[in-house]
């Protein structure tokens, strides 16, 4: 905690303290705590000092993974076999990643397979979380993106060639309105109603869609994490409205220009 810049916390010989950041986790430990509050350690009987969940991060992570930390005093596991250990360090001043590393490599280089005396399973440092973050990022967006353009193309080229067709294929009918007297504000209202409602029917069970999806999305993404996506979705939105919306108008004043030709 003092690494963090955080108050830190003190235990009596007979107290414990929960951390949990992992949100789907954290109801269920608040229930214990403000229900039994007390736990059994070897052989010894603790209680709650707070019924409050702590939900700090003990290490270096991309996520928020911490599904409940037990936090006792040291006399609590005495004689109790160690698992597993991390450590947290601070580089001295004008020590980057890479200096840190290039240094630890010439001792335990990554080449020598047989070098079991590593004194780490795993590291992992601030920069490393950055650049995976950004690279998933990356690669989920340009995914979804390309597929998501593909279909949004695909389907609204379909929806203006047969819209297209349709005014083509009606030339005879319009032609005939405007014979009997029909304005052609009215044939040009009537078309522009006509391939919108072709248009918009696909688009709003494309909404409903993206609703539900967006709100599963957001389920399993706080499985992991938090992760603000309004940026991500008005950027998405707007694009789809300039793809869709450029199809629409084309296909408008296309049909308009065939009308007005015949």
Not at 163 to 185: C, F, I, P, V, W
Not at 221 to 240: M, R, S
Request: hydrophobic share 40%; glycine share 4%; with cysteine.
């Amino acid at each position: 905690m003092q690494l963090q810049g955080r108050p830190t916390v003190s235990l009596k010989e007979d107290e414990f303290l929960i951390n949990c950041n992992y949100s789907e986790v954290q109801p269920l430990l608040s229930y214990f705590l403000n229900t039994k509050g007390t736990v059994q350690l070897n052989g010894k009987n603790l209680r709650a000092q707070s019924t409050q969940l702590l939900e700090n991060s003990y290490q270096t992570n991309a996520v928020r993974s911490d599904t409940g930390t037990l936090i006792v005093p040291d006399s609590a596991i005495t004689g109790l076999q160690k698992m597993n250990s991390i450590l947290n360090i601070q580089y001295k001043q004008n020590v980057t990643d890479e200096t840190f590393l290039a240094s630890f490599d010439k001792v335990y280089p990554d080449t020598d397979s047989h070098n079991d005396q590593k004194p780490f399973q795993m590291q992992i440092t601030k920069q490393h979380v950055y650049d995976q973050a950004a690279g998933l990022k990356t690669i989920i967006s340009y995914l979804a993106l390309y597929i998501g353009l593909v279909f949004l193309i695909t389907s609204a080229a379909v929806l203006a060639l047969q819209q297209l067709s349709e005014a083509s294929d009606n030339m005879e009918r319009y032609a005939l309105l405007k014979k009997l007297g029909t304005e052609e504000k009215m044939i040009h209202r009537s078309l522009f109603t006509q391939i919108a409602i072709y248009f918009m029917l696909p688009l709003s069970l494309a909404i409903v869609h993206s609703v539900v999806g967006i709100h599963v999305a957001n389920m399993v993404v706080a499985q992991f994490g938090h992760l603000n996506i309004l940026n991500t979705t008005l950027a998405t939105a707007a694009l789809f409205l300039i793809v869709y919306g450029g199809y629409f108008l084309a296909t408008y004043f296309g049909s308009k220009s065939m009308l007005r030709q015949k």
